[in-house]
C-alpha cells in the first residue's frame, strides 16, 4: 500500500499538468495507472489496486485487505483476517470490531473503550494517565502512567463442587457480597432457581441409589421430600411416593425409586446457569470461530474472570 501511496502522488503530479480534462496513463515496473474525465485507476505489481473520482476512492491490497473514502461520509477498512475499522465524517469517532466478539471504540478528545467476547472491558479517558480493566465478576486493574498498576478482587466465600454433584456460581448482587440462596442473585435468580432445582434432584438421587441401611433409607426419604418441594405438584408427589417407597423397599428397590425420584425432580442444567465446571464426557467444538463445550445435549461456553473459567449453559450456537 505504500508503494502505491506514492506511485499516485507521482499520477496525480502528472494529471495536474495536463488539466483535468485530459487522459493520461503511466506504467513501469512497480505498477501502472491511468486517468481521466476526473477519475483514476492503479495497480501495483504485487496485484494490489486502487481507483477513485467523483468524491470518493477505494484500494485492495494483494493480501485481502481493502479500504474505501467517501467524501462527506467517512472511511471504512477491513483486513484479510475479518477486523474491521469505521470513521464517519465529522463524528469524532472510530471503532474497530473483529469477527470474535472484540470491538474498540475512540471517541475523540474523550477516550477509548473496549471490550471482548468474555464482557471484560478496558478505558481510558484522554489526558487522565491511567486505564482501567473490569470483568462480569467483580474484578478489576487500573495502571497509573507513571506509578503503577492495582488489581481489586471481589472478596466473598466459593463453594467448590462436591463429588457427583454440580452446584451453579452464582456472580455477586452488588460488589464485595454474595447472596446466601437464589433468592439474593437479582437477575439471575430464575436461572440460579431453576438449576439449584436441578442440582437437588441429582443428589436426591445419588443418596437413595446408596441407602442400604436404616439410616441411608432415613436420609433418602428426607432427600426425596426436600426434591418433590423444589419441582411442581405433580413431580412433588412423585418425589414424596419415592420417599414414602424407600421406608420398605430393599436395596434394589430404593435404587430405582432414586432414579426416578433424581429424574422427575432434576430439570437438568438450567438455560443461562453458570457452573464452575463441566460434567464428565464433553467435547469441545469450535463453531464460527468460538470455543464451546457439548455435554450431552447441553452447550457450554467458557468465560475467564477473576475466580478463573466458569461455564454458562449457552443455546445451540
Not at 48 to 60: H, M
Not at 95 to 108: E, I, K
Request: charged share 5%; glycine share 18%.
Amino acid at each position: 500500500m505504500h508503494t502505491i501511496s506514492i506511485l499516485l502522488g507521482s499520477l496525480l503530479v502528472t494529471a495536474l499538468t495536463f488539466g483535468p480534462a485530459e487522459a493520461w496513463s503511466h506504467s513501469g515496473k512497480y505498477g501502472s495507472a491511468s486517468g481521466g474525465g476526473g477519475s483514476w485507476s492503479a495497480s501495483g505489481y504485487r496485484g494490489g489496486s486502487a481507483s477513485g473520482g467523483e468524491g470518493s476512492r477505494s484500494a485492495e491490497g494483494a493480501y485481502g485487505g481493502s479500504t474505501s473514502h467517501t467524501r462527506g461520509e467517512g472511511t471504512t477498512a477491513t483486513n484479510r483476517y475479518g477486523d474491521t475499522a469505521t470513521h464517519a465524517t465529522g463524528s469524532g469517532q472510530t471503532t474497530v470490531t473483529n469477527p470474535y466478539g472484540g470491538s474498540a471504540t475512540h471517541t475523540q478528545g474523550e477516550g477509548t473503550t473496549a471490550t471482548n467476547q468474555y464482557g471484560d472491558t478496558a478505558y481510558h479517558a484522554t489526558g487522565s494517565g491511567q486505564t482501567t480493566v473490569t470483568n462480569p465478576y467483580g474484578g478489576s486493574a487500573t495502571h497509573y502512567e507513571g506509578y503503577g498498576t492495582t488489581a481489586y478482587h471481589a472478596s466473598g466465600a466459593y463453594y467448590p463442587p462436591p463429588p457427583a454433584a454440580y452446584y451453579p456460581y452464582h456472580p455477586p448482587t452488588t460488589v464485595n457480597y454474595y447472596g446466601s440462596s437464589c433468592s439474593n442473585c437479582g437477575g439471575w435468580s430464575t436461572a440460579g432457581a431453576a438449576a439449584a432445582g436441578a442440582m437437588v434432584g441429582m443428589a436426591a438421587g445419588a443418596a437413595i441409589a446408596s441407602s442400604n441401611t436404616a439410616a441411608a433409607t432415613s436420609s433418602a426419604y428426607n432427600a426425596g421430600v426436600a426434591a418433590g418441594t423444589t419441582s411442581t405438584a405433580a413431580a412433588t408427589s412423585t418425589a414424596y411416593s419415592a420417599g414414602v417407597a424407600t421406608g420398605s423397599a430393599n436395596t434394589a428397590a430404593v435404587y430405582n425409586a432414586g432414579v426416578a425420584a433424581g429424574s422427575a425432580a432434576s430439570p437438568g442444567y438450567a438455560m443461562g446457569g453458570i457452573y464452575p465446571t463441566l460434567p464428565a464426557g464433553c467435547i469441545s467444538p469450535k463453531v464460527q470461530g468460538g470455543t464451546y463445550y457439548l455435554c450431552g445435549n447441553t452447550w457450554f461456553q467458557p468465560s475467564y474472570g477473576a475466580n478463573g473459567v466458569s461455564y454458562r449453559v449457552v443455546t445451540t450456537p
